[in-house]
Each structure stands twice: as structure tokens, then as C-alpha cells.
Nanobody
Framework: QVQLVESGGGLVQPGGSLRLSCAASGMLFRIYDMAWYRQAPGKSRELVAAITTGGSTNYADSVKGRFTISRENAKNRLYLRMNSLKPEDTAVYYC?????????????WGQGTQVTVSS
């Protein structure tokens, strides 16, 4: 079965950096558009960054210039490099995989990894 497993979250001081990873299994990774979402307490889940199968990227305005999304198809991995972290970046970060097959949309989520930015 398809599994997405996030790692790399933790506690970091404002201005610090983290790199999140998402390990995918049970799927043909290279045909999926991938994305990172986050959800802060009391808020809706929001898109942070996305990368298509062709490598095109898209970022939320709040993270542009600070976060970088990348993928490594040979290793079935998705990454999110987060620099200059702010307290408002505190959230659970989720990995998402989506593709269309035979007219149907396949949409998978990881279990999330907590990122806390605090001094």
C-alpha cells in the first residue's frame, strides 16, 4: 500500500533552519505531483509548497524566499528546506502526493511531522 512518511521536524529557534523529508513507498513516485501542507492549531490546513512531476515549483507567499521544495525521484523522496524560520511557521507539516490515473484522482497524505519555532 502507499505510504508517505515525514521526518525532520522538531524544535528550532527563530531564524533557524530545518529540512523535512518525505519517504514514499508503494507508489510510482515520479508520476505524482508532490506538495507540503501545514496546519497550525486552530487553523485550516494550507499549502506551503508544491512541485510537479516536471519539477515546476509553487510557494505560498508567506514562505517565498525562505523555503525550498525539491524531489529526488531515484530515492522516492520529497524535501522541504526551511530557512529563516519564524514562530508563525509552527505547525504540523504534511506530505501530499497526487496524480490522475484513468480518470480518477489518487491523493495520499502522510501522518505529519511537528515543527515548532520558539525561543
Amino acid at each position: 500500500q502507499v505510504q508517505l512518511v515525514e521526518s525532520g521536524g522538531g524544535l528550532v529557534q527563530p531564524g533557524g533552519s530545518l529540512r523535512l523529508s518525505c519517504a514514499a513507498s508503494g507508489m510510482l513516485f515520479r508520476i505524482y505531483d508532490m506538495a507540503w501542507y501545514r496546519q497550525a492549531p486552530g487553523k485550516s490546513r494550507e499549502l506551503v509548497a508544491a512541485i510537479t512531476t516536471g519539477g515546476s515549483t509553487n510557494y505560498a507567499d508567506s514562505v517565498k524566499g525562505r523555503f525550498t521544495i525539491s524531489r529526488e525521484n531515484a530515492k522516492n523522496r520529497l524535501y522541504l528546506r526551511m530557512n529563516s524560520l519564524k514562530p508563525e511557521d509552527t505547525a504540523v507539516y504534511y506530505c501530499n502526493a497526487k496524480t490522475g490515473v484513468g480518470g480518477a484522482t489518487l491523493d495520499y497524505w502522510g501522518q505529519g511531522t511537528q515543527v515548532t519555532v520558539s525561543s
